[in-house]
């Protein structure tokens, strides 16, 4: 599965933004993808994550409530809605497709290069 993310940018706080990763050859693969992000200095961490059917999300606590995650009917593409952002939210975001839909860093093996997120007090 190659992965490409796109969609960062500059926001204000209380803004949104939509995310997109486009992932050639997940629609046959059975693959859930997951959406992760690294600030400056920090460990990358889990954002939130779908598996392939659609039918199974999981979100890290901070993206509760203000994230959503969802894919195309084809699978193809995946979107992280993200509302309500802060400038905590800055980070470069990254997405990723493992065997089944988990906040687990390690079982993710491929992925994407980043898309940056800022977001401005």
């Known amino acids: 599965v190659q992965l490409q993310a796109s969609g960062g940018g500059l926001v204000q706080a209380g803004g949104s933004l939509r995310l997109s990763c486009a992932a050639s050859?997940?629609?046959?693969?059975?693959?859930?993808l997951g959406w992760f992000r690294q600030a400056p200095g920090k460990e990358r961490e889990f954002v939130a994550a779908?598996?392939?059917?659609?039918?199974?999300?999981r979100y890290s606590e901070s993206a509760k409530g203000r994230f959503t995650i969802s894919q195309n009917n084809a699978k193809i593409t995946t979107y992280l809605q993200m509302n309500s952002l802060k400038p905590e939210d800055t980070a470069v975001y990254f997405c990723?497709?493992?065997?089944?839909?988990?906040?687990?860093?390690?079982?993710?093996?491929?992925w994407g290069q980043g898309t940056l997120v800022t977001v401005s007090s």
């Open positions: 779908i598996n392939w059917r659609g039918l199974s999300t």
């Open positions: 990723a497709a493992a065997y089944y839909c988990s906040n687990l860093t390690r079982i993710y093996r491929s």
């Open positions: 050859g997940r629609a046959e693969s059975g693959y859930a």
